[in-house]
Each structure stands twice: as structure tokens, then as C-alpha cells.
């Protein structure tokens, strides 16, 4: 499904874009932070905490369903939207990149992966029709192609297999789409190597897939490698379409993301740390442990300039007694307040390039984390 | 400080009682249901859940608090209202109950009980007097006096000197406590010996205690011997004063206590039970465990006349996915329903002795139980 995006400002600067797109649940205004549901829900989070943070979309995981509830499941309880009470947008990922970081014995063929899954050892066969399949059972609104992925230190010929692969089973993935709810996105592979990226992206973008996206990025290569490959990626991905740089990343990512032209991420990061006792603070430029002793007797929130549900009811003091004790309750807090961070720097991010000045919210961004 | 205790109503064919009281933070209907609220939180909720519940009066354990966050944190952090947010009336035990059960090694004498904590063994002296004093600093509405209790089946002789043990302690409670804003209650011991309990309960009356609790039920003794034991000590406890059944129990143990009198229960099963699939259904009647594999694809909610937040939202399909993919927003769902049973009940109790029909309530309600 086009999902009829629509640019409404660029940045003189840099190549940060300013857009929207509509899929059949609403509006999203880009560029867009997308929270991370792996197994069924944000961890710790409903849909009216997600709503109330203002969350335009969110992201499920395709391997963690599959495994569990299972498919049977989630077309019984009428998809994912439905059993979670989620009403906005939701996009999955393909369940590639977990086959190749969680499960157990793979055999990657042409055909598809052949994998155990990391929960019961059960044996999955994934073939890019069925990721297709999978994600309409879901229900989600953008359905990503199942890839292929080479670590960032693999050899050169490694990546290009992995990017011919790719290619071929996004042509499959396109083929086999069924749902006319459900846009899909490609994912350009290759590596860190700039020559790859730029023969992947064109290879793609010959095809009409909804969006693109930028995959194999922070899985172990330098920051620098990893800003300096979406230097060269990003902006040369179609200008009509949403680009999707997949599993990035700290708040300095997204700003650096945006810059070189990205409209949509996703990552952990957020929920991850604050479930440890990292949170962020001054709006993600800065972060704290929880953990550390100093917050005991802090009567201050989290953050003082936060407006999160979180900082506008409770001290250090109390959500560190909370994480300490492994009080459940803390998870979901923490949790708010990160997300709200990621999502409030978006909303800057938003208003500064519509308001021509990104190229100086930049700079100040760069000023202040290296201060 | 006296809770200004007043009866509306009474059952014309049982000991139940309507009443209310009212504390600094105002006031609580009677009979009433306390969440517990173990180490600061209760488990999952935040005050705002509670609120939205409709729970009057929460629970909190000064033994657990003590440990963590302890004493200095609970003072700067301007005690466990502030810092959890909970604006409604709160009572604290005295600790006394989890140093028998948790603690480690510990000796108790005339002047208080010595003991190692459970989380990191530091030793604690735990007096009357130092239990009055920390419950202040956490600042209850209502705080429990430091008692002794023996098990049900300790020998007549255990009992008698636990009973004269917790009578001297309850005094000098009495003579310890400053706070002008909060009540405190004496605690019944004497075991299932029913001669022992209306002698301990005849000690303590003669002395100005705001309440009168019935302790060393629910621990070992089988339930028509807690029943018996009920029926004859909750009705010869002073009339004026609210009657406090502790850790006490399931919903038809809440029913069988109102119909003996008891105005005050508090207890973890509810949220104890959610954590691990256990949900009440049918008002409290019946009972289901989620895990079970007949409720993969049920679509329907926990209880389909439940009007909780979590049944009006999600269904047991869902539901029961989260609790075996261990995801942490189940708990708290889970939890609010569970609570929401509790506190349902109590307010159909309540507006069951208003009508006079809570003799017909009870008779309905053994016969659905025994069903």
C-alpha cells in the first residue's frame, strides 16, 4: 500500500526531510521514533501509556510472534493490533536479523532459513513469502522483506552475496504480498562499503516497494563507519519514499540519523536501559545510572525538565528504592520516561526543521554531548 | 488518634457491620479490603491504578521497609505517601509477623526481637517502641503494634506467653507514640484456643487502642478452626472500634469474616495470585489459572461481567500469551483485575449490609462456593 508520503520541509543544511505518511490507522509525521514491542507489547507499557506518550508508531517483532503466541494465535485474537489494543500504526521487522542473532542451529538457503527457535529449540523454515505471510497475520501496516545481512567485518564478497540475496528475495517478497492494508519496505544491504551501498540502493529502488530501508548498520562497525556509510546511503534513497534506518539508536544517532536524511527509526535502546536503571536526561543529551547511590535520598525527579508522567510524580530517591528492590512497578516508569525522552527529542526535531532551523539544533546538539 | 469509628448499619443475622472512619487523609467505608504494598509499591500499581481501583486504604510492611529503603531514605524522602504518590489512608504493620517468617537467625526477648534481615543478613533490634517510631517515619494513618505470636499448633503454654508478651508490648506502644496523626492498633493473640482469645482480647480492651486486630489466624490452622476461632473474637471486641482481620485471605474468607464481625482485611493473594495466572472470576466465586492451553485463543475477557480495566481491554488470549512470554506489563493487568474482584466485593458487601440483605448475600454466596 503507498502510504502517500509526503515531504513538507527540508533542511538548507543538512539533509534532514520533514514529511508525513498515512496508513490505513492515521498519520505519521516524520521523522518518527518507533517503540520497540518484541514480544507482544512494549515491556512494561499498554497501549494507553504508548498513546498518552504520544507514540505514533510502534514496531513488533515477527520472530518473537512467530514463535509466540504463534500465528494460529494471532489471527484467532484477530491480530496484533487488536489483542494489544494498539490503534495507531505498527510496522514489523521480517525476523532475518533475530534468525541470525538469536535462534540455534540455521541453514540459510536459497530457498529461505531453516532455524530453531531460541525459546523450545522447535524448528521455523522462513522463507520470504512467509514473512510476508506472517506479518498480514500480524497485521501490522508495514511489513518489512525478509534479508540477508554479512557481519559489518565480513569480507567483500560475503556482503554482495548477502546483497544479491536480498534483492532476490525482495522481488519474492513483493510478489507474494497479499495484503492491500500493508505497505513493504526493502532493506539495502551492504556493509560499510560505500561502492555496495550505493549498487544495492539502486538496485532496489528500481522496484516500487513502499519505502527503504538501511539495514546491517550498528551491528559492531565504528560510529564514524556507521555515520559515514548513511552519509552515503540515506540521501541517495528515493526522495519520495520514507527511509528507515532499522535498530539505531542513542538520541545522538537520531539526530545524526535525521541530518543525513533518515525519516524513521527504531531501537531497544530506551526501554532496554531504563529497565537497568539508564536513563536519559537534558532532553537524551546527557544519561544517569539509577543505580548509584548519590540518587538515594534525591527528592528531585528524574529529570527536572521533564514533563513525563514519571518526573511529573516521583523522585529519584523513590524510583531508585523501586530498581533496587526489583519493585515491578519501576520498569514501567523508567520505561515512560525514556520513551518520552526519545520521543519529546523527535517532536524537537519536528518543529526545528520545520522552523528552518536544524542546521543550528544540530550544532548545538554536537556542542553539547561533546562538552 | 481516634478515627472517630461510626456504625450505619448492622445485619439483623450475622455479626456484619457498615461503618467508616476517617484518618488525616481522610475517609474510609467499612468493611474494607487493603492492598498490600510490600516494599514500597504495591507490586505493578502505582497510585494512580489504586486510585482509579478505588482502594481506600493500602498496606505497607515497616519490616521490608525498613530494610529497604530504610529509615533515613523514608524521612528524606518525606515518607512512603510522598514518595509514592498514594494521597488516600495507608496502615503499616509492625513488622513483627515477617520476622518469625523471613527473617534469619534472631532471638527474641522481653525487650524486643534481634534479628538478620533476609535480603543482605544486617542485623536489626526491632522494640515496641522502635517499631512506633519507624512507622512514623514512614508515616502511616495506622500503625500496628510490635506482637508476638506463637503457631497455631504451639502447645496452651507458647500461646499464653505470647499473649502476655504482646499486652506488654502493646503498652508500652501506647506510651511511645508521638504522632498526633496516627492511630494505632492492638493485636489479639491466644492462638485457636477460644478461652485464650477472649481472655487476651478482654487485656486489651480495657486499654485506649484506636483499633483491635485479630492476629495468628491463617497460619497453619485449618479453616472451620479459623472461622470458629473468628466467630468467637471479632464480636467481643470493643463495638466502637474497627476490627482488623490480618493477612486474612480469600474472597470467601473476606465474606465468612464480615459475617463475624470484622471490618479490616488485608492480604497479598490477590496480587500474589495474578503474578502466577491465578485469576478470580465470577466476583470472586470461582477461580481460573490462565496458563491453561484452553485459553490460547480465547478471545474473551477474564470475566465477562468484570468492568476492570484490564477485562474491558484485553482478552484472555492475550492475556495469557504475555504471562507465558514472561512480558512484564502482565503483572500489573493481571493485578488490577485480581484487586478489582477484592475491592467489587467489599462494595457489594457494603451495600449488601446497607440494604439488609447481607444475610441473603452470605446464604447466596455458600451456595455458589459449595456449588
Redesign the interface.
Known amino acids: 500500500m503507498d502510504l502517500n508520503f509526503r515531504l513538507e520541509a527540508r533542511c538548507a543544511e543538512t539533509h534532514a526531510r520533514l514529511g508525513r505518511f498515512t496508513t490505513t490507522r492515521g498519520e505519521v509525521q516524520t521523522p518518527v521514533f518507533m517503540p520497540v514491542g518484541t514480544?507482544?507489547?512494549v515491556?512494561?507499557?499498554?497501549?494507553?501509556d504508548l498513546e498518552a506518550l504520544g507514540a505514533q508508531i510502534i514496531l513488533g517483532n515477527t520472530y518473537h510472534l512467530a514463535i509466540?503466541?504463534g500465528i494460529?494465535?494471532l489471527e484467532?485474537?484477530?491480530g496484533l493490533h487488536k489483542?494489544?489494543?494498539w490503534r495507531r500504526s505498527m510496522l514489523t521487522d521480517s525476523g532475518g536479523f533475530q534468525i541470525l542473532s538469536l535462534s540455534g542451529r540455521r541453514k540459510i538457503t536459497e530457498e529461505g532459513a531453516r532455524f530453531q527457535n531460541h525459546v523450545n529449540g522447535a524448528e521455523l523454515f522462513l522463507t520470504p513469502e512467509r514473512a510476508v505471510q506472517i506479518q498480514a497475520s500480524i497485521g501490522s501496516d508495514i511489513a518489512m522483506c525478509l534479508d540477508h545481512l554479512a557481519p559489518s567485518t565480513a569480507p567483500r564478497q560475503d556482503h554482495e552475496e548477502a546483497m544479491a540475496r536480498t534483492t532476490r528475495w525482495a522481488l519474492r517478497c513483493l510478489e507474494a504480498r497479499t495484503s492491500p492494508r500493508q505497505a513493504l519496505f526493502a532493506i539495502v544491504q551492504g556493509g560499510v562499503d560505500h561502492a555496495l551501498r550505493q549498487r544495492h540502493l539502486e538496485e532496489l529502488a528500481a522496484h516500487p516497494f513502499d519505502g527503504f530501508a538501511v539495514g546491517g548498520l550498528s551491528v559492531g562497525e565504528s560510529i564514524p563507519q556507521m555515520y559515514a556509510t548513511l552519509e552515503v546511503t540515506a540521501p541517495r534513497l528515493p526522495e519520495d519514499k520514507p527511509r528507515y534506518l532499522m535498530g539505531v539508536g542513542t538520541p545522538t544517532d537520531l539526530v545524526e540519523g535525521v541530518a543525513r536524511g533518515v525519516d524513521m527509526f527504531d531501537c531497544v535502546m530506551p526501554t532496554r536501559n531504563a529497565r537497568k536503571g539508564g536513563l536519559f536526561v537534558d532532553g537524551g543529551r546527557a544519561r544517569i545510572n539509577l543505580r548509584n547511590a548519590r540518587f538515594?535520598?534525591d527528592?528531585a525527579p528524574l529529570d527536572p525538565n521533564c514533563a513525563c508522567y514519571t518526573c511529573q510524580?516521583?523522585?529519584r530517591?523513590?524510583l531508585r528504592?523501586?530498581l533496587?528492590?526489583q519493585?515491578?512497578?519501576?520498569?514501567?516508569?523508567l520505561s515512560i520516561h525514556n520513551l518520552s525522552i526519545y520521543l519529546r527529542l523527535m517532536e524537537d526535531i519536528r518543529a526545528a526543521i520545520r522552523a528552518g532551523r536544524f542546521g543550528a539544533f544540530l550544532a548545538a546538539w554536537r556542542a553539547a554531548v561533546a562538552g
Chains 1, 2 share one sequence.
Open positions: 514480544v507482544g507489547s515491556k512494561g507499557l499498554d497501549y494507553v509466540r503466541p494460529e494465535a484467532a485474537l484477530g489483542m494489544g489494543g538515594r535520598l527528592d510524580r516521583f523522585s530517591g523513590y528504592h523501586l533496587v528492590a519493585e515491578l512497578l519501576v520498569y514501567r516508569l
